[in-house]
């Protein structure tokens, strides 16, 4: 069984930075990749980012590019992501995912992982 574990949310200012950690255990929890996700009140849940096992191939949603940076550890099995120059409209639950790819990129739509994978979501705040 694989677990996925997030840490690093919190209140941050305008403009601020916060680095979220998701740590997947089990013994094949280096073969999995892990997107991104995050849902604001009332708003559907959207993809942030994601990295493939090997971390050859990431994507980013337009919104976060050159802001959000995501990696992963030598092991494969902790993922971060750094996020800077925060804005309010980043706000919301962030969660991470494990799934596969396909033709060897990671994938940044919520309903490819379905129900098997997911850490409890961490919550970000951006306000002055």
């Known amino acids: 069984q694989l677990q996925l574990v997030q840490s690093g949310g919190g209140l941050v200012q305008p403009g601020g930075s916060l680095r979220l950690s998701c740590a997947a255990s089990?013994?094949?929890?280096?073969?999995?990749?892990i997107a991104w996700f995050r849902q604001a009140p009332g708003k559907e849940r959207e993809g942030v980012s994601c990295?493939?096992?090997?971390?050859?191939?990431?994507d980013y949603a337009d919104s976060v590019k050159g802001r959000f940076t995501v990696s992963r550890d030598a092991a494969r099995n902790t993922v971060y992501l750094q996020m800077n120059s925060l804005k309010p409209e980043d706000a919301g639950d962030y969660y991470c995912?494990?799934?596969?790819?396909?033709?060897?990129?990671?994938?940044?739509?919520?309903?490819?992982?379905?129900?098997?994978?997911w850490g409890n979501g961490t919550p970000v705040t951006v306000s002055s």
């Open positions: 995912a494990a799934g596969g790819t396909i033709q060897n990129k990671c994938v940044l739509d919520a309903s490819y992982y379905g129900m098997d994978y």
């Open positions: 990295i493939s096992e090997s971390g050859s191939s990431v």
């Open positions: 089990g013994i094949t929890a280096h073969l999995y990749s």
